[in-house]
């Protein structure tokens, strides 16, 4: 039999770039429960929520409970998980679905619809952390939070202080009882550090970083009109190449030569090299065909980053 939640008497506010996961644990401890099932549904309804490091639920119910002091839904989604960054390139009716299933009880397919179990397992997002960002946080906070820019694919670095990012153990984004702080990881064995590569100074893993999170905040919902995409990339194609012919059609063996002579410092990442090594600018190709393109929105973003240098030229293009 459920046991009924206790009020809320508090709602803290969201940390600058915090996690709702994160958030909901920083309550935790706050709030001073004895369980984390009692904190889950004082602010769920349920002891099934919240388990999911990445993809919320219940989300209706949280934003009833906590009377809206965070947001509706939709704010909560575009501010404090990494949805917005697979929702980018998807039609809105992809957003609009994923809002009704985080709203409800069970976000069951979400990650099958946003393409964000893919396989092999270097697809699976693991929990980054910062050990300056950590380090700051206890001394200004007393506590260290988890920041949405860390999780994002491709971000392999700080987007603030430039230092490698911490993998833990686990690339799978499992369930737990417990809530999770960046200080109560495990030593990291994901193939980050197998690779042994330490991506600190490097400017392409922080111009990728930055990208990552300005793909993510941006409140821009025009990446998924397919034919200005079309019309950007063309042109951007045509600069890069230094044509100005309109009916110019790049070597695709020099385009590709070039994307992957782009990203050569950052290649040994496992989720840049797989996509360079086994996709390419594919997704670029079928679009440039008319082709439908079931991309990974990781692939978009290096080929944003490869054509437009950074998030803020890729929305002026749109626009004009």
Known sequence: MSRRAQQISFVPQLLADQTLYSWVAMFHSLSGNISPDETRRQLFGSEKAGLHFHIPSHLAAFCAHTQLALGDVRKLVATATVLPFFTRFRPKTVT?????????????GLPQMLHMDRKPPYWALPKKSCPDCIHLDQERLGFAYWRRAHQLPGALVCHRHGVALHFEASIHSHSTSSFLTPTRQMPSTTPHQIVRVNWANNPTAL??????????????????NRSILLSSCQKQIAIRFASTSSRFRPDPLAMSSDFTRHFESVILAPEIGTIIGQRGIRALWMLLEGSESHAHPLEWMLIIDWLYGNWSNFELSFRQ
Do not use: N, W
């Open 96 to 108: 609009d679905d994923t809002i009704a299933l985080v709203a409800g009880k069970s976000a069951t």
């Open 207 to 224: 111009r990728l970083a930055i990208l990552a999170k300005d793909m993510a905040d941006s409140g821009f919902e025009g990446a998924s």
